[in-house]
């Protein structure tokens, strides 16, 4: 069965995912089991995996990356999605994290900071979330003072991703009470830093070697060059990058999806009931079907997005839908393709067990489905029509 065509990836492209696919069938898949039950990834693999060049591949040799392009980091994380893995939180680190360093900070943070995160030496996250703001990140209650020629911050996060692991942390904080999202603004705060500190490594219904955890920050002072970009402007700053961490979450969901569907397509042609296999059944062949034409449409549209993204075309409307429409694939293949592996499928040791617990967040984070469904719906209904 032919899959559609990927022109844009080219012979290097070929070679790296070759690289990267032995690099996580060697360092990841036979070790995720056992993060799973430590619920976090060891920082040791970090470091290979910088040492293998997987990490923030797009940064630029002149900010201390190794000067690959944006599709490197594609690859990674849809090598990762094939095996099922979720612990490793690279993804999140090298598309998510680093593009606010490199678009915003000073040469001097730059510096500090993004040789270490492509090294694998240092681990990043990103922190917006609060106990009582998590759509509504107007609502935020961080905040940071100035004092001098410092800032002081003081507030508290939680649900942030690579959060036991992480040295560096971009964190988004109120510097101006009055005017809600025109009053924020984005630092980046060092896990040395006195006052930091890291509550509990949450327990979660699914992806559970990824570790996630509350952050707080308690009078921590941090240098003026930490601020990213200007003052107030951390909205702006965060709506710009919205749309690569959403177009993220669009190619993990297709590639899972597309892994959850290789693993029932092989475990139907195996198992056998009433005599036959239950590929033969016509109940499995359409449903097979179906999935399969909703995979291709996927693709389609997930490949589609990356090379508008790729030429700076991919608007905040589109990455939205893409994540809205991909996330709920996810959740349908892994329901269907649970369904067809029977009871083993609701069993731990079965990939497709875990690829159905570990789909549901999709649809919550890097913003909720609804909150997609606003961002839409205001640019069908609200805006003048172009
Ligand atoms: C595993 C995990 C990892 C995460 N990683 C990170 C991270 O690394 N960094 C980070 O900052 N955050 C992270 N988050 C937080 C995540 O982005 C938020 O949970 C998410 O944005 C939703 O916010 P909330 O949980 O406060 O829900 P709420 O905002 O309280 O929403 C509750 C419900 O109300 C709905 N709702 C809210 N507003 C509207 C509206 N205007 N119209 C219609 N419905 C609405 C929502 O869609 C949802 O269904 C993570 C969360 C989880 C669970």
Redesign the pocket.
């Known amino acids: 069965m032919t899959s559609l065509p990927r022109p844009f990836f080219e012979a290097e492209h070929v070679t790296f995912r070759d690289q990267v696919r032995r690099f996580c069938e060697n360092e990841i898949a036979p070790k995720h089991a056992q993060w799973e039950q430590a619920h976090g990834v060891p920082l040791d693999v970090w470091k290979k995996a910088g040492e293998n060049g997987l990490l923030c591949c797009w940064v630029s040799e002149e900010d201390g990356g190794p000067g690959a392009d944006l599709l490197c980091d594609v690859i990674v994380a849809e090598e990762l999605c094939r095996l099922g893995a979720t612990g490793p939180g690279f993804n999140?680190h090298s598309l998510v994290v680093a593009p606010y360093i490199v678009h915003f900070g000073t040469p001097t943070i730059k510096q500090k900071v993004l040789p270490h995160m492509v090294s694998g030496d240092w681990v990043g996250?990103?922190?917006?979330?609060e106990p009582g703001?998590?759509?509504?990140l107007a609502s935020i209650r961080t905040r940071a003072t100035r004092d001098g020629d410092d800032w002081v911050i003081n507030g508290q996060?939680?649900?942030?991703?690579?959060?036991q692991n992480a040295h560096v942390i971009v964190v988004?904080a109120q510097t101006d009470d009055v005017h809600g999202n025109t009053g924020i603004s984005m630092f980046v705060v060092t896990a040395d830093m006195p006052g930091f500190s890291r509550g509990r490594n949450?327990h979660?219904i699914g992806?559970h070697a990824?570790d996630?955890a509350e952050l707080f920050f308690a009078n921590v002072r941090i240098p003026a060059d930490h601020l990213l970009g200007e003052v107030n402007k951390g909205f702006r700053y965060m709506m710009q990058e919205l749309p690569q961490e959403r177009l993220c979450i669009s190619i993990n969901c297709q590639a899972r999806a597309e892994a959850a569907f290789e693993w029932t397509q092989t475990y139907v042609k195996e198992r056998k009931a009433f005599k036959q296999r239950i590929a033969d059944f016509q109940n499995t062949r359409f449903k097979l079907a179906s999935l399969w034409a909703d995979l291709q449409a996927g693709r389609a549209l997930c490949d589609s997005m990356i090379q508008r993204h790729l030429k700076g075309e991919l608007d905040s409307v589109g990455a939205s839908a893409g994540k809205l429409w991909h996330s709920e694939l996810l959740d349908r293949v892994t329901d269907e393709c649970l369904q067809l592996h029977g009871g083993y499928g609701y069993m731990q040791e079965y990939p497709i067990a875990r690829a159905f617990v570990d789909a549901r967040?999709e649809r919550?984070?890097?913003?909720?489905?609804?909150?997609m469904?606003?961002i839409i719906a205001r640019a069908i209904c609200d805006e003048p029509r172009k």
């Open positions: 999140l996250s990103i922190a917006m979330t703001a998590g759509s509504d996060k939680t649900f942030i991703t690579n959060g988004a949450l979660k992806q990824q996630t967040i919550i984070y890097a913003g909720t489905s609804e909150i469904k606003e």
